[in-house]
């Protein structure tokens, strides 16, 4: 159980393009999600906390405007990525705490990897 | 401010044992986690300790002491896919997670 995907893995885009990431918790409902961008050779840097049904909180230093995150039912948010830019390409990775459990587990998607030409 | 201190690399030897220390200071504590993280892929989770003492989980324990904010995970019987990087990370009173940096365990034959 507690299994979060994402689409796509790996995606290889143009610069100025917009890029969609979705995350899914397959078997569980995630009242709350969490997008992480990780750099190589780099820990984890939270970018927002997505809450099912409300506007997602921003960590300082991310554009609200350009990582449009929405979180519009329990098991589904997404990550777009507007008119990315060479300096977006990194693996973003998705977490998902499930509703209601007093265990604090966040569960992690397989990451997707960005590259921006 | 939060911070959360571990060895940026560590290398051990096929067979032994190693132990991955992690410190923190962080504004309110609900539990710490460490996470298996391999080149090119997600964490996946080890262990979880909210209180204080060992927690033992096949090959890998791991042990907290809230008082000092301290914690370490042991890793028994080294195998050379344990070669990963090691990441700490601690649940905060907002019940965010503070990430460290990661330990980088490199196992030699």
């Known amino acids: 159980g507690a299994v979060v995907s994402q689409h796509p893995s790996w995606v290889i885009c143009k610069s100025g393009t917009s890029v969609k990431i979705e995350c899914r918790s397959l078997?569980?409902?995630?009242?709350?999600m969490f997008w992480y961008r990780q750099f190589p050779k780099q820990s984890l840097m939270l970018m927002a906390t997505?809450?099912?049904?409300?506007?997602?909180?921003?960590e300082q230093g991310v554009e609200k405007d350009k990582f449009l995150i929405n979180h519009a039912s329990l098991t589904l948010s997404t990550l777009t990525v507007t008119s990315a830019h060479p300096e977006d390409s990194s693996f973003y990775i998705c977490?998902?705490?499930?509703?209601?459990?007093?265990?604090?587990?966040?569960?992690f998607g397989p990451g997707t990897r960005l590259t921006v030409l | 401010g939060q911070n959360i201190d571990q060895p940026t690399e560590m290398t051990a030897t096929e067979g032994a044992i190693v132990q991955i220390n992690c410190t923190y200071q962080?504004?309110?504590?609900?539990?710490l986690f460490w996470y298996q993280q391999h080149a090119g892929e997600a964490p996946t989770f080890l262990s979880y300790n909210v209180l204080d003492g060992l927690e033992e989980k096949g090959r890998f324990s791991s042990f907290l002491s809230r008082s000092k904010g301290y914690s370490y995970l042991l890793l028994k019987e080294l195998q050379m896919k344990d070669s990963a990087s090691y990441l700490c990370a601690v649940m905060d009173s907002n019940y965010q997670l503070i990430w460290g940096a990661g330990t980088k365990l490199i196992i030699k034959p």
């Open positions: 997505s809450n099912e049904g409300s506007k997602a909180t921003y």
């Open positions: 078997d569980f409902q995630a009242t709350t």
């Open positions: 962080t504004s309110g504590f609900n539990g």
């Open positions: 977490s998902a705490r499930e509703s209601g459990s007093d265990y604090n587990e966040q569960f």
